[in-house]
């Protein structure tokens, strides 16, 4: 176990029994030993790889869904140019490259990087100056992203933020607990709050027919977060293009998995070694959207979308100037993000953007769904 085993040992010892909402804020937050904090976790050496750091055309795609977004919304100068967990930068880069086609975008558009890794923050500073791209500011939390239209992209973002779970037993749905083994050095180990509680009653899935046994999932702050971005585009004009691994309706089962080196890993095990994720609950983000005045698009497979932004086209033309090693990384990228049996299905896109605005580039309008 870890330093910072040690430190949520102590911690139980002290207090009992944590939510798994804290002991991931931990795992993945801790200022001087989280997960995050310490490491750059991407790529073939790191733990896992995500679309952008795959092929430049996800990025790309982004970038001319930003300028369209921009240009329905009237072009308005100056504007947010936000992302949320920009990893090492790539995505903003490749979008920025692309955007380049309407010279005004970058022109108005003022760099916010939401990150909390000061170690990311100084791979995604070298990742811009590399590309000549504006300088921008970084920020704990959007909270401080000053007020203004927005333009957000999310990759993989909600993902990393805390759940709470809840399980249910005879007499009602207990919450998920993190707790340790008796004697020194105990292990971690997952256990129940004693009390039924009455926050699951509020959750979509926690229904009277689930078995014992059954865990469902609340992310506060991932909703949280999305009923900010809703409130902000309702209230200054903007757009929103989140994309991640989740279900498109409240499911029941316990998707907190860890990864370490490209494999599944105990949760438990090394905290702060290890990357912490939970499947996101995309209806629960757009309602948290809706209900804040926004119209929210999909969630639609990242394949269908990523199709509708004519990534074929887009690989016929990088193919037109490669080598054929660099034709067969341009194929073989597009059928990572696409495949049917791999990130193309698991991963889903959803746009939130103002009432007034058809539905945004890469969703049809049966993907439009109900407004408050
Ligand atoms: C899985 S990585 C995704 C990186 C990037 N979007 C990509 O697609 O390559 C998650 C990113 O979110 C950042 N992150 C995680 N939790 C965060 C939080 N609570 N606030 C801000 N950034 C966070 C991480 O440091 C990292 O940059």
Redo the contacts with the bound molecule.
């Keep these: 176990m870890t330093g910072l085993g040690d430190r949520l040992r102590r911690e139980i010892a002290a207090r009992g029994p944590m939510s798994v909402a804290r002991f991931m804020a931990i795992a993945?937050?801790d200022p001087q030993h989280g997960y995050?904090r310490t490491r750059d976790?991407?790529g073939r050496a790191g733990d896992?790889t995500?679309?952008?750091?795959i092929s430049q055309i996800f990025g790309e795609l982004i970038g001319i869904w930003l300028v369209d977004c921009w240009d329905r919304l009237g072009r308005p100068e100056p504007f947010q140019l936000v992302?949320?967990?920009?990893?090492?930068g790539?995505?903003t880069v490749d979008a920025l490259r692309a955007a380049r086609i309407v010279p005004a975008f970058a022109a108005a558009a003022a760099l916010h990087l939401?990150?909390?890794?000061p170690v990311?923050r100084a791979r995604q500073k070298a990742t811009l100056e590399a590309a000549d791209a504006p300088a921008p500011a970084w920020h704990?939390?959007l909270a401080t992203v000053p007020e203004g239209p927005l333009l957000l992209v999310?990759?993989?973002?909600f993902?990393?933020?805390p759940i709470r779970q809840f399980q249910r037993a005879a007499d009602g749905w207990h919450e998920r607990m993190v707790g340790c083994e008796d004697g020194p050095g105990g292990a971690l180990c997952f256990t129940l709050a004693p009390r039924p509680s009455p926050a699951a009653t509020l959750l979509p899935a926690a229904r009277a027919d689930c078995p014992i046994g059954a865990v469902v999932e609340y992310g506060e702050?991932a909703e949280s977060v999305a009923a900010e971005i809703g409130r902000r585009i309702a209230r200054t004009g903007g757009g929103a293009l989140i994309a991640d691994y989740g279900h498109s309706r409240p499911g029941v089962g316990d998707t907190l998995q860890a990864v370490r080196r490209h494999r599944y890993a105990d949760p438990l095990a090394d905290p702060g070694e290890t990357?912490l994720?939970a499947h996101v609950d995309f209806s629960a983000l757009a309602a948290a959207a809706r209900e804040s005045g926004a119209a929210v698009d999909g969630p639609v497979a990242q394949a269908r979308w990523l199709d509708a932004m004519g990534i074929a086209a887009r690989a016929a033309a990088l193919k037109q100037r490669a080598t054929p090693d660099q034709c067969r990384d341009i194929d073989s990228g597009v059928e990572r993000l696409t495949a049917a049996d791999g990130m193309g299905h698991l991963f889903q896109m959803m746009s939130i953007a103002p009432q007034r605005l058809a539905p945004t580039a890469g969703f049809g309008s049966e993907s439009r769904g109900p407004t408050r």
């Excluded at 992302?83 to 090492?88: C, D, I, K």
């Excluded at 939401?114 to 890794?117: D, G, I, L, Y």
């Design positions: 993945l937050d995050y976790p991407l896992f995500t679309a952008p750091e992302e949320l967990g920009p990893g090492r790539t995505l939401v990150e909390t890794s990311l704990e939390s999310a990759n993989e973002f993902d990393a933020l702050a990357d994720t």
